[in-house]
Protein backbone atom coordinates (compact mmCIF):
# COMPACT_ATOMS: atom_id res chain seq x y z
CA UNK A 1 0.00 0.00 0.00
CA UNK A 2 1.45 3.12 -0.93
CA UNK A 3 1.73 5.41 2.16
CA UNK A 4 3.73 8.07 4.18
CA UNK A 5 4.11 7.58 7.40
CA UNK A 6 5.27 9.41 10.22
CA UNK A 7 6.40 8.38 14.26
CA UNK A 8 5.61 8.84 16.55
CA UNK A 9 2.22 9.64 16.48
CA UNK A 10 1.72 11.37 19.97
CA UNK A 11 4.08 12.68 21.98
CA UNK A 12 4.60 15.06 24.72
CA UNK A 13 8.17 15.96 26.13
CA UNK A 14 9.67 18.77 27.86
CA UNK A 15 11.36 21.30 27.06
CA UNK A 16 15.08 21.23 25.88
CA UNK A 17 15.03 17.23 25.24
CA UNK A 18 15.86 16.53 21.96
CA UNK A 19 13.43 14.43 19.62
CA UNK A 20 13.19 13.40 16.16
CA UNK A 21 9.79 12.48 14.54
CA UNK A 22 11.07 10.22 11.44
CA UNK A 23 8.90 10.22 8.36
CA UNK A 24 9.26 7.20 5.68
CA UNK A 25 7.32 7.36 2.26
CA UNK A 26 7.37 3.94 -0.18
CA UNK A 27 6.53 5.60 -3.04
CA UNK A 28 9.44 6.90 -4.42
CA UNK A 29 8.92 10.29 -4.59
CA UNK A 30 11.30 12.95 -5.03
CA UNK A 31 10.31 15.57 -3.06
CA UNK A 32 9.05 15.70 0.95
CA UNK A 33 8.31 18.29 2.97
CA UNK A 34 7.43 18.87 6.91
CA UNK A 35 4.57 21.11 7.85
CA UNK A 36 2.85 22.36 11.13
CA UNK A 37 -0.50 23.40 11.57
CA UNK A 38 -1.68 25.77 14.25
CA UNK A 39 -5.52 26.62 15.01
CA UNK A 40 -5.69 29.76 12.55
CA UNK A 41 -2.67 29.82 10.91
CA UNK A 42 -2.89 27.01 8.70
CA UNK A 43 -0.47 24.31 7.36
CA UNK A 44 2.70 26.08 7.11
CA UNK A 45 6.14 24.37 5.58
CA UNK A 46 9.01 24.37 7.45
CA UNK A 47 11.73 22.14 5.46
CA UNK A 48 11.39 20.68 2.08
CA UNK A 49 13.90 18.34 0.21
CA UNK A 50 13.70 18.27 -3.67
CA UNK A 51 16.09 14.96 -3.63
CA UNK A 52 18.17 13.18 -1.29
CA UNK A 53 20.94 15.34 0.15
CA UNK A 54 18.95 18.50 -1.40
CA UNK A 55 16.94 20.57 1.00
CA UNK A 56 15.78 24.04 1.82
CA UNK A 57 13.64 26.31 4.20
CA UNK A 58 10.17 26.50 4.27
CA UNK A 59 8.33 29.48 5.57
CA UNK A 60 9.03 28.66 9.21
CA UNK A 61 12.48 26.34 9.72
CA UNK A 62 13.80 27.93 12.88
CA UNK A 63 13.93 25.62 15.57
CA UNK A 64 13.95 22.44 13.54
CA UNK A 65 16.53 20.35 10.99
CA UNK A 66 16.11 17.98 9.04
CA UNK A 67 17.70 15.23 6.71
CA UNK A 68 17.31 13.14 3.60
CA UNK A 69 20.06 10.86 3.35
CA UNK A 70 17.86 8.31 2.00
CA UNK A 71 15.22 8.77 -0.49
CA UNK A 72 12.28 7.55 1.46
CA UNK A 73 13.08 9.23 5.08
CA UNK A 74 12.87 12.37 5.91
CA UNK A 75 13.14 12.96 9.86
CA UNK A 76 12.52 16.18 11.44
CA UNK A 77 14.78 16.97 14.40
CA UNK A 78 14.30 19.07 17.46
CA UNK A 79 17.20 19.82 18.86
CA UNK A 80 15.81 22.17 22.05
CA UNK A 81 12.00 22.00 21.59
CA UNK A 82 10.48 24.50 23.06
CA UNK A 83 6.55 25.14 24.25
CA UNK A 84 6.07 27.04 20.94
CA UNK A 85 6.74 24.39 19.07
CA UNK A 86 3.72 22.34 20.06
CA UNK A 87 1.90 21.76 17.30
CA UNK A 88 0.35 19.14 14.58
CA UNK A 89 2.88 17.67 12.53
CA UNK A 90 2.64 16.90 8.88
CA UNK A 91 5.32 15.37 6.89
CA UNK A 92 4.04 14.89 2.87
CA UNK A 93 5.66 13.58 -0.21
CA UNK A 94 4.85 13.88 -4.01
CA UNK A 95 6.38 12.79 -7.12
CA UNK A 96 8.63 16.28 -7.86
CA UNK A 97 8.80 19.90 -7.88
CA UNK A 98 8.97 21.05 -11.49
CA UNK A 99 10.36 24.45 -12.00
CA UNK A 100 10.04 24.70 -15.67
CA UNK A 101 8.67 28.21 -16.83
CA UNK A 102 5.86 28.22 -13.99
CA UNK A 103 6.08 26.21 -10.53
CA UNK A 104 4.19 22.94 -11.36
CA UNK A 105 3.02 21.33 -8.60
CA UNK A 106 2.14 17.57 -8.49
CA UNK A 107 -0.08 16.32 -5.34
CA UNK A 108 1.27 16.01 -1.61
CA UNK A 109 0.75 12.66 0.05
CA UNK A 110 0.83 13.22 3.77
CA UNK A 111 1.32 11.35 6.43
CA UNK A 112 -1.23 10.90 9.59
CA UNK A 113 0.36 13.32 11.47
CA UNK A 114 2.14 13.89 14.58
CA UNK A 115 0.81 15.44 17.99
CA UNK A 116 3.69 16.79 19.87
CA UNK A 117 3.42 18.81 22.92
CA UNK A 118 6.50 20.33 24.61
CA UNK A 119 5.83 21.19 28.49
CA UNK B 1 -2.13 41.40 0.81
CA UNK B 2 -1.89 37.82 2.14
CA UNK B 3 -0.64 35.11 -0.88
CA UNK B 4 -4.00 32.80 -0.27
CA UNK B 5 -7.21 33.47 1.10
CA UNK B 6 -10.17 31.58 2.27
CA UNK B 7 -13.03 32.50 4.20
CA UNK B 8 -12.75 30.53 7.23
CA UNK B 9 -16.87 29.97 7.39
CA UNK B 10 -18.21 27.97 8.93
CA UNK B 11 -20.33 27.34 5.69
CA UNK B 12 -23.63 25.53 7.32
CA UNK B 13 -25.95 24.03 5.08
CA UNK B 14 -28.86 21.57 4.83
CA UNK B 15 -28.16 18.53 3.12
CA UNK B 16 -28.64 18.68 -0.84
CA UNK B 17 -27.72 21.70 -0.76
CA UNK B 18 -25.04 23.46 -3.30
CA UNK B 19 -22.40 25.28 -1.63
CA UNK B 20 -19.16 27.14 -3.01
CA UNK B 21 -15.87 28.31 -2.16
CA UNK B 22 -14.01 30.98 -2.97
CA UNK B 23 -10.05 31.05 -2.82
CA UNK B 24 -7.82 34.47 -3.71
CA UNK B 25 -4.20 33.95 -4.42
CA UNK B 26 -1.65 37.11 -5.28
CA UNK B 27 0.97 35.37 -7.14
CA UNK B 28 -0.07 35.62 -10.86
CA UNK B 29 2.47 33.36 -11.73
CA UNK B 30 1.03 30.26 -10.23
CA UNK B 31 -0.34 27.68 -12.60
CA UNK B 32 -1.13 24.86 -10.61
CA UNK B 33 -4.17 25.01 -8.18
CA UNK B 34 -5.82 22.33 -5.66
CA UNK B 35 -8.10 21.60 -3.58
CA UNK B 36 -7.33 19.65 -0.12
CA UNK B 37 -10.27 18.16 2.01
CA UNK B 38 -9.33 17.61 5.86
CA UNK B 39 -11.46 15.93 8.07
CA UNK B 40 -10.98 17.26 11.64
CA UNK B 41 -6.93 16.24 12.75
CA UNK B 42 -6.33 14.34 9.94
CA UNK B 43 -4.06 14.48 7.41
CA UNK B 44 -5.62 16.64 4.03
CA UNK B 45 -6.28 14.55 1.29
CA UNK B 46 -6.21 15.50 -2.73
CA UNK B 47 -9.79 16.60 -3.67
CA UNK B 48 -9.24 18.02 -7.42
CA UNK B 49 -6.90 19.24 -9.24
CA UNK B 50 -7.63 23.02 -10.87
CA UNK B 51 -7.33 23.51 -14.55
CA UNK B 52 -7.49 26.57 -16.88
CA UNK B 53 -10.46 24.79 -18.68
CA UNK B 54 -12.28 23.68 -15.02
CA UNK B 55 -12.30 20.53 -13.80
CA UNK B 56 -15.59 18.43 -12.39
CA UNK B 57 -15.60 15.24 -10.63
CA UNK B 58 -19.30 14.10 -9.87
CA UNK B 59 -20.95 16.38 -7.16
CA UNK B 60 -17.69 18.79 -7.15
CA UNK B 61 -16.40 21.24 -9.50
CA UNK B 62 -13.47 23.46 -9.67
CA UNK B 63 -12.67 26.42 -11.40
CA UNK B 64 -9.85 28.78 -12.45
CA UNK B 65 -10.31 32.92 -12.82
CA UNK B 66 -7.23 33.81 -13.54
CA UNK B 67 -7.83 37.55 -14.41
CA UNK B 68 -9.32 38.09 -10.85
CA UNK B 69 -6.60 35.51 -9.35
CA UNK B 70 -9.18 32.93 -7.52
CA UNK B 71 -10.14 29.77 -7.58
CA UNK B 72 -13.68 27.98 -6.68
CA UNK B 73 -15.01 24.65 -5.49
CA UNK B 74 -18.38 24.18 -6.16
CA UNK B 75 -20.23 21.16 -4.13
CA UNK B 76 -23.88 20.28 -5.72
CA UNK B 77 -26.06 18.03 -3.69
CA UNK B 78 -24.26 18.22 -0.21
CA UNK B 79 -23.86 14.98 1.97
CA UNK B 80 -23.35 14.93 5.70
CA UNK B 81 -20.58 13.31 4.68
CA UNK B 82 -18.83 16.48 2.83
CA UNK B 83 -18.41 18.11 6.13
CA UNK B 84 -14.96 19.26 6.48
CA UNK B 85 -12.23 21.67 5.62
CA UNK B 86 -11.41 22.47 2.48
CA UNK B 87 -7.57 24.38 1.77
CA UNK B 88 -6.93 25.79 -1.16
CA UNK B 89 -3.36 25.42 -2.54
CA UNK B 90 -1.55 27.52 -4.66
CA UNK B 91 2.67 27.11 -5.30
CA UNK B 92 4.50 30.68 -4.07
CA UNK B 93 5.75 32.94 -6.72
CA UNK B 94 9.21 31.58 -7.67
CA UNK B 95 9.80 28.94 -5.43
CA UNK B 96 9.18 25.82 -4.25
CA UNK B 97 6.96 26.40 -1.44
CA UNK B 98 3.22 25.39 -1.97
CA UNK B 99 0.94 27.81 0.08
CA UNK B 100 -1.92 26.57 1.69
CA UNK B 101 -4.93 28.60 2.97
CA UNK B 102 -6.03 28.35 5.93
CA UNK B 103 -9.22 26.90 5.08
CA UNK B 104 -12.82 26.91 4.97
CA UNK B 105 -15.36 24.64 7.07
CA UNK B 106 -18.05 23.19 6.07
CA UNK B 107 -21.21 21.52 7.91
CA UNK B 108 -23.63 19.76 6.48
CA UNK B 109 -26.72 19.31 8.64
CA UNK B 110 -30.11 16.67 8.52
Known amino acids: EAQVTQNPRYLITVTGKKLTVTCSQNMNHEYMSWYRQDPGLGLRQIYY???????DKGDVPEGYKVSRKEKRNFPLILESPSPNQTSLYFC??????????????????FGPGTRLTVL | RKEVEQDPGPFNVPEGATVAFNCTYSNSASQSFFWYRQDCRKEPKLLMSVYSSGNEDGRFTAQLNRASQYISLLIRDSKLSDSATYLC???????????FGRGTSLIVHP
Open chain 1, 49 to 55: SMNVEVT
Open chain 1, 92 to 109: ASSLSYSGKGGISYNEQF
Open chain 2, 89 to 99: VVPSGGSYIPT
